[in-house]
């Protein structure tokens, strides 16, 4: 997953608030991270998400919102 970061580490202007979404993602636990990233970034379905990764496509959904709370509530604490 760190190959993704690469293209946002060279971009101009975002540093700081790359600093914050790291943080951020980090707060998750792996599979939790592995399902936002893969959603996020490879933009990949929820039903894709859950025959890679061997789980139920509710548990891909309960995941995501999992992501959506880490980073709603971090926000409000930056």
């Given at each position: 997953?760190?190959?993704r970061w690469k293209f946002w580490q060279r971009a101009?202007?975002?540093?700081a608030e790359l600093?914050?979404?790291k943080r951020r993602v980090r707060?998750?636990?792996a599979t939790t991270r592995a399902v936002f990233l893969m959603?996020?970034?490879?933009?990949?379905g929820y039903a894709e998400i859950a025959a890679r990764?061997?789980?139920?496509?509710a548990e891909v959904e309960r995941?995501?919102?999992e992501a959506m709370v880490v980073l709603v509530e971090a926000d409000a604490e930056d």
């Open positions: 997953m760190t190959m101009s202007g975002v540093d600093v914050r979404l707060r998750m636990d959603h996020r970034l490879d933009s990949l990764l061997g789980i139920a496509v995941r995501i919102a």
